[in-house]
Each structure stands twice: as structure tokens, then as C-alpha cells.
């Protein structure tokens, strides 16, 4: 059967990019298909400035959202990264395999790199090493497929190449995985500035659709987005990207073809009505089914306790072959 890992890093409150790009199909369809894993990665939250307490519950409220978008945890393994010790342990090995210079032409590193040192903050190491890690998670798990949105392409490429690299150097010892997109939305843009991606922790909030908004106020965001001074629906992204993101966003929310739903709308207010009425109602039951979640917390620590307990039982056997691989004496 088909292994499927993905991951959500809480570094910030779930947003609809974070939905449309990944979250939707691993409960509409992954879980379904394939033997699939899921996990709030808060390792990856250590990697930039943060606040203990804030990241202990943005990983709750994350696995909280993946459950209430429908992902059932009869059917997949939900877990939280930190309570399986086996990422951070392949990490390292990985890390005997990476070249920094790969690392270094990451461009979220060159991105958040850069944002952190105009904030006056210094680089932590482990914003350079986070893709090794993220490899690590991946590999793991003899992962077949890896679905995420578009921004995540460049790492699951780096983890491919540290998988070959690895079994060539050592045996054959990890799965050769590969990246899913969504036909529509792998990459949802910020409503207010359509060139950069909806990223969950930007500091400008309008432009950001949070999963947990109020209806009202995502339909103040999408009917604020930033559009052109033209006035044709046409889909084209590149002289139109505002347009286009409404579009994309309308579609996948909708089931139907940014093109053809350009043709059906009349001016860029009545566009923005149905993307945000689309938008609002995607979410009403996810809001409704995380606040029932939000009233049972000890259900949600089950899930998580069983789920780690499962994925603990997936990852030992590789990463533990890994190591003999590599040349590590078996503890006997
Ligand atoms: P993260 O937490 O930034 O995002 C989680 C998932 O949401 C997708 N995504 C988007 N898709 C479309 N439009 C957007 N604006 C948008 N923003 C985010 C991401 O592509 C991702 O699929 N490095 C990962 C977490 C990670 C991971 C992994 C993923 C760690 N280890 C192993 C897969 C496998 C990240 O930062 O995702």
C-alpha cells in the first residue's frame, strides 16, 4: 500500500493556504488511499524566534484542526513530531549526508534568513538544518508520497536527492519519495500583497485568511483583497495576480475551473461576494467540529498518544536499519 507523510509546522494559526494547499486532500482523499501518517511538526516551530507556551498551543490547537478537517484517526496516524525520537535521530545521519551548500540555496532559508537578520535577530542554526530534519520525517516512514503545497517542492527535491545519495553511499535503505500538488490552490496568496504566499506567520494579518476567523471577518478580508485598476475577470497571473488568487481560491473551494469562473463573473466586487461567501461556507463545518473538539480535550490526547505509539512503531525499524547502514555498531 501507498505510505503517505505530511506535516503542519505551528508556528502560527492555521490558514486557508494552509487548507486548500494540503490539509483538504489528506482528509478528502490521502487518508482514503493510502496508509498515511500525519504530523504537527513543532520541531520545525524551534527554528525561528519563539515563545514556549505559544508553541505548545499552537501544536494543540493545529492537531485539534487536522481532526476537525476531517481527518479520522481510525483511518490515519495523527501524531505530534517530538513524541517520535526517530525524527531527531535520522536527522543527524542526515546531516552526514547534506552539504551545506545545498542547504544553503534553500529559498525559505534565504527567505526567513533574511527577514530575521532585518529584525535584528541572529539565524539559528537549525533554520539552515530544517530541511534535513523535514527529510528525516519524511524517510522515516518508507514514504512513498509527500502531499503539500507548491512552497515545499524545493525540500521534498533536497530529500529525494538525500535518499539516493544515502542508499548509493550505503545500501539500499530509504523509500525514494515524491511530492502531490493540488490541480488548483497549491499556492493561495496573500490577499493583500498577491505576489507572496499566505504564510501563517506573516506579521500583517489582512491579507491572511485564518482557518478560525469569524465569518464576518473573512468576508471583510477577501472583499478588502488587493485586486488592479482594471476591470475584465480574466484569469492570468502574471498581469493579474490578485484577480487570479480570487479566482484560484473560488475554484477550489467551489469544484470548478478559474478560467471558466472568470467568464461567469461580472465585475471584481461580485467575484469577491462568491469567493468569500465560498470561503466561509468551506469553513463552517470545520469551525463548528473544532470548537465540539475544543470541549473534549482528553479525546485529543488519546489520539495523539495512540498515534505517536503507532508511528514509533513505523519509523524504529528504518531509522534502526539506517544506522547499521551507516556504519553505527548495533547496541547489542
Ligand atoms: P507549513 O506548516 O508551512 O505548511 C503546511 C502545508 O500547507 C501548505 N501551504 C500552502 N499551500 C498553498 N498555499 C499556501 N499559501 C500555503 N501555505 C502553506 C504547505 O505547502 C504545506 O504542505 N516544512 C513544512 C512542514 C513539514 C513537512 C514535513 C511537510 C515538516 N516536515 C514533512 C511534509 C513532510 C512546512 O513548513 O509547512
Redesign the pocket.
Known sequence: MTRI?????P?GHL?L??Y????RQWAETDQYRADALF?V?DL?ALTVEHDPARVRRLSRQAATLLLAAGLDPARCTVFVQSHVDEHARLSYLLECTATVGELRRMIQYKEKGTQAQAAGQSVRLSLLTYPV??AA??LAYGTDE???????AQ?VELTRDLAVRFNQRYGHTFVVPKATHPKV?????DLQEPTA????SHETTAGIVYLLDEPDVVRKKVMRAVTDSGREVEYDRAAKPGVANLLDVLAACTGGEPEGLAAGCTSYGALKKDAAEAVVELMRPLRARHAELCADPGYLDGVLRDGAARARAMARPVVDAAYRAIGLLPAG
Not at 507523510?5 to 509546522?9: A, D, I, L, R, W
Not at 490552490?185 to 496568496?189: G, K, L, P, S, W
Open positions: 507523510f505530511s506535516g503542519v509546522k508556528t490558514t493556504g494552509n486548500l494547499g494540503a490539509v504530523c511538526v520545525h530534519l523535514m520525517d519524511i509527500v502531499p503539500v503545497g507548491d512552497d515545499q525540500h490552490a497549491a499556492r493561495v496568496m504566499k499566505m504564510g501563517k
